[in-house]
């Protein structure tokens, strides 16, 4: 009887993973018939290409704000923070971010739906769907950024200003300096 439990408990447990593992292979076939990995490569070049412009804005602005006198020791910070956004921009790969949108994918959805998905991305309706979709992304990028850039630069402006007005502003001493007599 226990050998029996044993096989049962092996046959259902490998069915089941036959069932995820075909399941795995539709949200995939879904994710390529969508282009999803094109679609995300194309937003991290568009991103690391605007992240670089507003990181050396925002460098150049707050650098400018805070009176730092041009030199070697701004160029060699100037060069640090380069790197910095450098390494921020590539983070993650199209590769890795459909791996994790995959993880999530269609949890909720029957095998049905997902191959009346998959027939609908098949189609030519659908391929012209993912084609829309590449190039909203685009524009979506575009102007995204521009607003993002802009918003940033208003609120380092208001940091710069309030940073400012705190080392102006007359305030308590030190708990050291208020210590001695």
């Given amino acids: 009887m226990k050998?029996?439990?044993i096989a049962l408990t092996f046959l259902v447990s490998a069915h089941a993973w036959a069932d995820e593992s075909a399941?795995?292979?539709k949200v995939a076939k879904i994710i390529?018939?969508?282009g999803l990995e094109q679609m995300f490569q194309q937003q991290l070049d568009q991103s690391r290409a605007q992240?670089?412009?507003l990181g050396q804005s925002l460098y150049q602005k707050m650098i400018a704000e805070s009176g730092?006198?041009?030199g070697t020791q701004r160029q060699k910070l100037e060069q640090v923070f380069t790197r910095y956004?450098?390494?921020?921009s590539t983070m993650f790969t199209a590769k890795e971010l459909v791996d994790i949108w995959a993880g999530f994918y269609?949890?909720?959805l029957t095998e049905a739906e997902l191959d009346k998905i998959l027939a609908y991305y098949r189609s030519p309706t659908g391929k012209k769907d993912v084609a829309a979709a590449q190039a909203a992304m685009l524009g979506f990028s575009q102007v995204m950024g521009l607003e993002m850039q802009r918003r940033l630069d208003d609120s380092i402006g208001q940091l710069m200003a309030e940073l400012q007005a705190a080392l102006e502003a007359p305030g308590p001493a030190p708990a050291a300096e208020q210590a001695r007599p």
């Fill in 106 to 108: 269609g949890k909720q």
């Fill in 32 to 34: 390529e018939a969508q």
């Fill in 85 to 88: 956004l450098e390494r921020c």
């Fill in 51 to 53: 992240a670089s412009e």
């Fill in 23 to 25: 399941r795995q292979a």
């Fill in 3 to 5: 050998y029996l439990l």
């Fill in 68 to 70: 730092m006198p041009e």
